[in-house]
């Protein structure tokens, strides 16, 4: 699509404003595209469209396999900041500001150190801290052994915690510090109160797993349990439609929409549904206690505003390109982020954030 028309698509595209005892039309608040780089989120138009001759190789579309590209790996709020990891590059901070979404930008970059950067960031967990009761952020980095050129360095920490408050990242294990191989890599990460890691090992003869549970942690070190791989693969099983959440479910159910896979987030943690419709779409709901933010991967979006406004809103969001699909979003006050990447199997070209006002 011509970049200028779908500049001005995304502008002054109307919307549909369904509320609570009438429907009728207004104009869309104005909204911004930002597209990831290795140096923080820059706004694609029209400002990219002019920088583009001298973009990097990851700002031009080009398609590598996710643990090689710079593309979003997780994220999570906090204070009403929302804190986006993306892998081979660092954390954007946003906070949203009180004027139009023009002059809202990821003002805050941090960049990955070189042994994180190098690697494949993996998922974000927290787990409990057994003295003071808080729950203190963390993450897996490996080194993919297939797509990645580079054969794995022996005995790099696989698992680093995050300080929002002072940005700094601090390893907390090697492999051996807890008895596994030198090169085993903290390929996989389970979500719950008690994370399981799986460790792999890779060596021109076999490949070996490795599988632990993070049970406690003190501020200093965790305690490990070595578990089955039986136990390890349980704690993926995604749980039945049946079991949503009755708004989220009756939500949906009104509204005719069958969906194949379902994530939903709630006071950071994520919980996976799978659904019954051959047809569906992936599905992101999130939930901040007063609203539930629903997208699917085409766009369709829905918003309930919560008990005091007893608003809802219902519109399609456009797509950045043919490939673009939506793959989460959150809201603060009334800014809705909305990530998007573009895919091509198990590959991904572009990837980056919509973000727009409502209310």
Do not use: H
Not at 18 to 35: D, F, K, N
Not at 109 to 121: A, H, L, V
Not at 177 to 200: E, T
């Amino acid at each position: 699509m011509n970049t200028v028309k779908f500049f001005f698509l995304t502008i002054i595209s109307v919307i549909l404003f369904l509320g609570c005892t009438e429907r009728r039309e207004t104009v869309a608040y104005p909204s911004m595209w930002y597209i990831a780089t290795g140096t923080g989120l820059v706004p694609a138009f029209p400002e990219y469209a002019k920088s583009k001759s001298s973009a990097t190789e990851d700002q031009v579309g080009d398609y590598a396999p996710w643990t090689e590209k710079i593309s979003f790996t997780d994220f999570f709020i906090e204070d009403n900041k929302l804190y986006l990891f993306t892998n081979k590059a660092g954390i954007s901070v946003f906070s949203p500001e009180s004027e139009s979404p023009q002059k809202e930008k990821f003002t805050d970059f941090y960049p990955f150190p070189g042994e994180i950067s190098e690697r494949t960031c993996g998922t974000l967990f927290t787990v409990q801290n057994s003295d003071t009761g808080e729950k203190p952020v963390f993450f897996n980095v490996y080194r993919n052994t297939i797509f990645s050129d580079n054969q794995p360095e022996a005995n790099l920490p696989g698992i680093y915690r995050y300080f929002p408050e002072n940005q700094t990242i601090t390893p907390v294990f090697t492999p051996e510090d807890y008895g596994l191989p030198g090169a085993a890599q903290a390929v996989d990460v389970s979500s719950g109160k008690n994370p399981g890691i799986c460790f792999k090992t890779s060596t021109p003869l076999k490949v070996e797993f490795d599988y632990i549970k993070l049970e406690n942690f003190n501020g200093e070190s965790f305690s490990i349990k070595k578990i089955s791989e039986g136990d390890f693969k349980s704690s993926f099983e995604q749980k039945p439609e049946s079991e949503l959440p009755s708004g989220i479910k009756t939500f949906l159910e009104e509204n005719a929409y069958g969906f194949a896979g379902l994530t939903l987030m709630e006071n950071n943690t994520k919980t996976f549904y799978t659904g019954n419709s051959s047809d569906g779409k992936d599905c992101f709901v999130y939930m901040d206690g007063e609203k539930t933010f629903v997208l699917f991967s085409d766009g369709t979006f829905f918003l309930d505003s919560g008990i005091q406004t007893k608003e809802k809103y219902s519109f399609k969001l456009p797509l950045f390109s043919e490939k673009a699909t939506y793959t989460g979003g959150v809201i603060i006050g009334n800014t809705i982020i909305c990530l998007w990447e573009e895919r091509d199997f198990y590959k991904v070209g572009r990837t980056g954030l919509l973000i727009a006002r409502i209310g």
